[in-house]
Nanobody, 117 residues
Framework: QVQLVESGGGLVQPGGSLRLSCAAS????????MGWYRQAPGEQRDMVAR???????NYKDSVKGRFTISRDNAKNTVILEMNSLEPEDTAVYYC???????????WGQGTQVTVSS
């Protein structure tokens, strides 16, 4: 059984930083493409960052240069480092694991990120 558990969300002021973690069980994250998505109220869920098993990354344009996705293979965890946060980054952030399709096959429960002064 695959489980993805996100943590690290919270309230932060504009310009601040947060570090989200996605702890996986039932899969080995280094063998999967892993992604972070976000969904704001009334909006669709959008891809924020993705990391392939080969180490290739891609990012949503609005977060390039501010967000970084990485893996900690020893902890079987995927990390999203978020810097220079903006109010527009406020959303529920979800971790996803892909088995080969264009959207994740497995999802975590999400963690709330709120950027506000």
């Amino acid at each position: 059984q695959v489980q993805l558990v996100e943590s690290g969300g919270g309230l932060v002021q504009p310009g601040g930083s947060l570090r989200l973690s996605c702890a996986a069980s039932g899969i080995i994250v280094s063998r999967y493409t892993m992604g972070w998505y976000r969904q704001a109220p009334g909006e669709q869920r959008d891809m924020v960052a993705r990391l392939t098993s080969g180490g290739i990354t891609n990012y949503k344009d609005s977060v390039k240069g501010r967000f970084t996705i990485s893996r900690d293979n020893a902890k079987n965890t995927v990390i999203l480092e978020m810097n220079s946060l903006e109010p527009e980054d406020t959303a529920v952030y979800y971790c996803g694991a892909y088995r080969g399709g264009i959207i994740p096959d497995f999802w975590g429960q999400g963690t709330q990120v709120t950027v506000s002064s």
